[in-house]
């Protein structure tokens, strides 16, 4: 088995969703400037949500959980992977065009399912017609999760990780061309939405073409390996599934109070960078190389690449966390705070951000737990634990929005997150060698954990200093960025000192991909 290089793969990925988070900032940051937290960003926000709920179910979700399983190891094998893509290709698709016509009718009683709140008020009017024209991204983007997941299975990376690139390209360029020309920015947005899902399949497509892989569509035909691939999406797609419904729970409950689906909408992207960046890295690259492994019988080789993508994770992930919890306000206001977003929405903006940063670690943990179970096409045990975290989630939402208001929903998720991390770990027992920490994780753990909180406090700290240049619009830019720089350097610097990793690992990475 030729290996696949997990952390250079990480970087890989990282990198290009680095890039892609950064233009996703610019984004949201006209985004705010020009739409606010008015009615049309509120309606933007749950049409272009719908797509995205959807797409966990048949595009990084359930379908690809198990697609991308049983292609690495027919790759593996050399048993017409190729034939069983085109395959999958074809049935995905063609239920996806069937699935996104159903959706053109019922887009009322979707909008309502979304955010019930928005019933008799202008923002629900236009979510329905946002959402006609958003809601066909689902079929381009879940078959370019697919032609990604071709491409991952086989250790290539850089062009399925590259696509989300093109999405907020054009967005940023369909809000400058509508601002520059007077026309409707949040109408310009919306149209956006499904030509960045064409773009994005089409590099995949050409991408998986130059790398072998020819994915001719046909006429639909249900193989025995398309039964076996249902019989294990389902429980996944339930699981997706409740995950969907779990940020249902959430946006319902801020759909009752003014502005706050825009202010856990903006939270919710501030702390999706680092989520993104790491997470998305350790979800592709770990499951079709655990899958092969597997295939192979190297349960030492898999705890290996579980413990690597662990500490990766929360090397990145907890200093991440400490961050948004120790200076929520400075990079919320200093990113948002312009146009129609005012000092009120950033504070409102801001504790929700410290919030979902408590649960940071845990979203991305479950990235690193989940592949597990779903490389051996397990995806019923997930299923449970995610029923598990739904009721502590809804629990939680609903039981404490009328004492604390719309920051429930977000607690809510968060503390749900920890609850699905402490399932997965707890089932993953089973799985013997394969699922056990190693020494090096388990001497590494504690001491990132201390990196990350002297840096925390040296953050809280240097914010309290520099709070008036925070503030000024001639300045709040490079201060901003003195202040994340000084974190940087901080973490890595004492994370280096007290042995938590050493920088030559990161170094290393970095070179191999040169």
Do not use: C
């Amino acid at each position: 088995m030729k290996p696949i290089r997990l952390v250079a793969g990480f970087v890989t990925v990282g990198g290009w969703t680095m890039a892609s988070r950064i233009l996703g900032f610019v984004r949201d940051i006209m985004i705010a400037a020009w739409l606010g937290t008015g009615p049309a960003h509120q309606a933007f926000v749950v049409a272009f949500s719908l797509p995205n709920l959807f797409r966990r179910f048949f595009a990084e979700g359930a379908f690809n959980m198990a697609f991308v399983p049983m292609f690495s190891k027919r790759f593996e094998a050399g048993e017409d992977a190729q034939g069983f893509a085109r395959d999958a290709f074809s049935a995905l698709g063609g239920g996806l065009i069937l699935f996104t016509l159903a959706a053109q009718a019922a887009m009322p009683w979707l909008v309502l399912a979304m955010a019930s709140g928005f019933h008799g008020q202008e923002q629900f009017e236009l979510a329905v017609i946002y959402g006609r024209i958003a809601f066909p991204y689902i079929l381009f983007i879940s078959l370019a999760a697919l032609l990604s997941g071709v491409l991952n299975a086989t250790g290539r990376f850089a062009a399925a990780a590259a696509a989300p690139v093109l999405l907020n390209i054009l967005f940023i360029g369909a809000i400058a061309g509508a601002a520059a020309t007077g026309a409707d920015v949040a109408l310009a947005l919306v149209w956006a939405v499904p030509v960045a899902g064409i773009a994005q399949m089409a590099l995949v497509w050409w991408a998986a073409r130059e790398a072998g892989f020819r994915i001719i569509p046909h006429l639909p035909r249900l193989t025995p390996e398309l039964k076996r691939l249902a019989i294990i999406a389902a429980p996944a797609a339930l699981a997706g599934g409740v995950v969907q419904v779990n940020l249902l729970v959430g946006r319902q409950v801020a759909s009752y109070f003014d502005s706050a689906v825009s202010w856990l909408y903006n939270a919710d992207r501030l702390y999706q960078l680092p989520l993104g960046v790491v997470a998305i890295a350790i979800g592709v690259v770990l499951l079709p190389d655990l899958s092969r492994r597997l295939k192979s019988d190297d349960p030492a080789g898999s705890r290996q690449s579980m413990n690597r993508a662990a500490e990766f994770a929360l090397a990145l992930t907890v200093p991440a966390a400490v961050a948004l919890m120790a200076i929520p306000l400075p990079l919320v206001s200093v990113l948002f705070q312009r146009g129609a977003f005012d000092a009120a929405d950033s504070a409102a903006t801001a504790l929700a951000v410290a919030v979902y940063g408590a649960g940071l670690p845990a979203f991305v943990m479950q990235k690193v737990l989940q592949p597990l179970f779903f490389a051996r096409e397990d995806t019923r045990r997930p299923f449970y634990y995610a029923l598990w975290a739904l009721a502590v989630n809804a629990a939680l939402a609903i039981g404490l929005a009328p004492f604390i208001g719309y920051i429930a929903a977000a607690w809510g998720t968060t503390l749900a997150g920890w609850a699905m991390v402490g399932l997965l770990w707890r089932g993953s027992r089973r799985f013997g060698l394969a699922a056990e920490l190693d020494a090096r994780l388990v001497r590494r753990l504690p001491r990132i954990v201390l990196s990350a909180a002297l840096m925390g406090a040296v953050l809280w700290g240097a914010a309290r200093t520099m709070a008036p240049w925070l503030v000024a619009d001639t300045v709040r830019y490079p201060a901003l960025a003195l202040l994340i720089g000084l974190g940087i350097v901080t973490y890595f610097g004492l994370g280096h000192l007290l042995g938590a990793f050493r920088l030559s690992e990161f170094r290393h990475a970095l070179r191999r991909q040169r």
